[in-house]
């Protein structure tokens, strides 16, 4: 692969410019690190970043960190978009009960800004980036083939999982307290005349129209961050194979496990998980290393689609 280069950057005005850096500590609001850059051994890798692509010259030595939880006899493997207040390290836990349940790898991708030596202030074009260089990881690096890759995303993690999804035809994709748009959530909490001066973001509405791998939605009932109303529209809006699940007892932040009905059973239920495979991950060695020590050139350098504007 070949280095490509770079747009010219295009300031924008400054009313425009703090909307966006006010949204993005919305969106993103990195918690202090729950983990260092040697924990989790043997699970912690760095993925390099890409544009369009190829390598982005710019950004040559930045990678960020991933949680690879590998499963014995998985056929599938999970790409884990977490939610904004937590880290790898918080949602560890849950991605480990996730693999158990459901026999699959889970690969958990961590957000710009978070985690203990971040690279780059949050926000929602980065994020992006880190989803799309996930994904190219997995499929060109890891050799996992797209029919055998889950999508999930929670809460704000649902706008990187549906950007990708508009672009990746996978196996399953798992949605779960999904907003319409950035905006359409801030209507429904602050009124239309604020929410108006928000810059668009994650417009799940119109990539849902453009999805089409089996998709499993589940909203509850309770959720007051998020009105199940979102969730609803999403699924009608849907065109591939698809559910929901709007569990009446179930709130924004409640724990997904808390009972069958919430999130295992719709899973095993709609995916027909789990399911075996003999084939192996083939980590290869530079993952595993600090992304300080990464070259500027080598055999990482791998594809992926172009980018979209998240």
């Known amino acids: 692969a070949t280095m490509s280069r770079a747009r010219p950057f295009r300031r924008l005005p400054r009313k425009d410019a703090m909307a966006l850096d006010i949204v993005a500590k919305f969106l993103f609001p990195a918690p202090f690190p729950s983990y260092e850059e040697d924990s989790f051994p043997g699970e912690l890798i760095w993925v390099p970043l ?23 006899c998985a056929k599938y493997l999970l790409l884990y978009f977490h939610r904004n207040a937590e880290d790898l390290g918080m949602c560890r836990r849950f991605c480990d009960q996730i693999k158990r349940l459901f026999n ?25 980036k880190h989803a799309f260089a996930a994904y ?19 809460s704000v993690g649902t706008g990187l999982a549906s950007v990708l999804a508009a672009q990746e035809e996978v196996a399953g994709l798992v949605l779960v307290a999904p907003f319409l748009s950035i905006r359409a959530a801030a209507r429904d909490r602050m009124g239309g005349l604020i929410s108006s001066l928000i810059p668009e973001m994650f417009p799940n509405e119109l990539h849902a129209l453009m999805i089409r791998s089996p998709t499993l939605i589940v909203h509850g009932v309770m959720d007051q961050i998020v009105p199940c109303s979102h969730g609803i529209r999403l699924f009608d809006l849907l065109s591939c194979r698809k559910a929901l699940v709007n569990p009446v007892e179930m ?31 083939c980590v290869p060695p530079w993952a595993w290393r600090s992304p300080w020590a990464l070259p500027v050139t080598g055999p990482w350098l791998f594809t992926s689609p172009k980018i979209p504007a998240p």
């Open 50 to 72: 890409i544009a369009n692509g190829t390598l982005d010259y710019r950004e040559a030595n930045y990678s960020f960190p991933c949680l690879l939880l590998q499963c014995p």
């Open 104 to 128: 699959v790898h889970v690969l958990a991708i961590e957000y710009p800004g978070y985690g203990p030596r971040p690279g780059c202030a949050p926000s929602a074009g980065q994020a992006t």
């Open 136 to 154: 190219a990881f997995v499929r060109d690096v890891l050799h996992w083939p797209s029919d055998s890759i889950l999508i999930f995303g929670c």
């Open 251 to 281: 709130s924004h932040n409640t724990c997904l496990l808390k009972q069958d009905n919430f999130l295992r059973r719709p899973m095993l239920d709609f995916f027909g998980l789990p399911e075996f495979s003999s084939d192996l991950l």
